[in-house]
Nanobody
Framework: QVQLQESGGGLVQAGGSLRLSCTAS????????MGWFRQAPGKEREFVAA???????TYSDSVKGRFTISRDKTMSTVSLQMNSLKSEDTAVYSC????????????WGQGTQVTVSS
């Protein structure tokens, strides 16, 4: 089993920065992708960013150029550096993990609240 735990959420002003972290525990391996999703009140969950075991990254158009996803050397922690935050970035951010060879996201964290004030 794999458990994911997010941290780093909080309240920031528009234009500010925040860094989220997600730590994986349990039977973790380096051959799985990790990503971030977010869900604002009254809206569908949306994809934010993902990083493959190779280090290749993917971003949604809404955050491209402002957010950066990265993994540590152990491959057990993924971070999301969020810069130039906007009020529309306010949401619950969840990290997820995808097993190698899987086309779906297999594990999810409980989420952390990010609130951007204007």
């Amino acid at each position: 089993q794999v458990q994911l735990q997010e941290s780093g959420g909080g309240l920031v002003q528009a234009g500010g920065s925040l860094r989220l972290s997600c730590t994986a525990s349990g039977n973790t391996f380096s051959n799985y992708a990790m990503g971030w999703f977010r869900q604002a009140p009254g809206k569908e969950r949306e994809f934010v960013a993902a990083i493959r075991w190779s280090g290749d990254t993917t971003y949604s158009d809404s955050v491209k150029g402002r957010f950066t996803i990265s993994r540590d050397k152990t491959m057990s922690t993924v971070s999301l550096q969020m810069n130039s935050l906007k009020s529309e970035d306010t949401a619950v951010y969840s990290c997820a993990a995808q097993r190698g060879g899987s086309s779906s996201w297999n594990y999810w964290g409980q989420g952390t609240q990010v609130t951007v004030s204007s």
